[in-house]
């Protein structure tokens, strides 16, 4: 992929990097005909220096020029390695991922092959690797369970008309909440330092729940009903409706 591109596109993902340090940048490759040229997305992460989320408004602008065929962002002396989130993204997006480490002004680029973020052990990055998106992966990979995907702006609970994101939205993604105790594959939903239910975590059964905690890896814990830290911020229980009796 780097070798294909010409020397105009990586001289703009370079000064668009340039301008961006010490953020990393992002934006897209577009190919329109014969013709590649790059058009930048704002970085949307709420650790710019360290990740990157491209703008999804951005992103769907930019296919109004052309079919975007890849994906760039910018390393921060880091080498152009792509890290967990960067294959997630990539794998999401179902793109390459060219990656400009500055400095010295290196090129990677990850392809994606099918690559899976372990349940266990992920880093959290917020809108790519985090709750939700852990979430996500358990249902589709346990239970072949395909759920919603819902763009969320960083702290999104302090936000509105967001700030209720996981309550408006559970039946549509198709669960019901219940009352009758946890079963296993019930999902909690949990308040921390939030005044709504900002967190989630998939019960397994046997007191232990899956769930990615902010700036932790993600990973399995007691869930103690009505006792404990996490059952106290527990604010409902809502279970797929293929669960339902």
């Excluded at 992920?122 to 939700?132: E, M, N, S, T």
Aim: proline fraction near 7%.
């Amino acid at each position: 992929m780097i070798d294909e591109m010409t020397s105009e596109v990586k001289a703009a993902i370079i000064a668009h990097a340039l301008e961006e340090e010490p953020r990393e940048c992002c934006g897209v490759l577009i190919a329109k005909g014969r013709k590649q040229f790059t058009r930048r997305c704002r970085n949307e992460s709420d650790e710019p220096e360290k990740h990157w989320r491209a703008s999804i408004a951005d992103q769907i602008a930019a296919e109004d020029e052309g079919e975007i065929i890849a994906t760039y962002h910018s390393h921060i002396h880091r080498p152009p390695v792509a890290s967990e989130a960067d294959r997630a993204t990539a794998e999401k997006n179902k793109l390459p991922s060219i990656i400009l480490c500055l400095p010295p002004q290196t090129w990677g680029c990850y392809l994606p092959e099918g690559w899976e973020a372990p349940l266990i052990g992920r880093p959290f990055i917020h809108g790519v690797l985090d709750c939700y998106t852990l979430m996500q992966d358990y249902f589709e990979r346990e239970l072949k369970i395909i759920l919603p995907q819902y763009e969320r702006a960083d702290r999104w609970w302090e936000k509105t008309p967001e700030a209720d994101l996981y309550m408006k939205n559970f039946e549509e993604a198709g669960f019901v909440q219940v009352f009758d105790g946890l079963k296993k594959h019930d999902v909690i939903l949990m308040e921390l330092k939030s005044t709504v239910p900002n967190h989630a975590a998939v019960y397994l059964g046997d007191g232990i729940m899956l769930h990615h905690p902010p700036d932790k890896l993600s990973g399995k814990h007691p869930y103690v009903m009505d006792s404990g830290f996490y059952a106290q911020q527990t604010r409902a229980i809502v279970r797929h409706k293929s669960f339902m009796e």
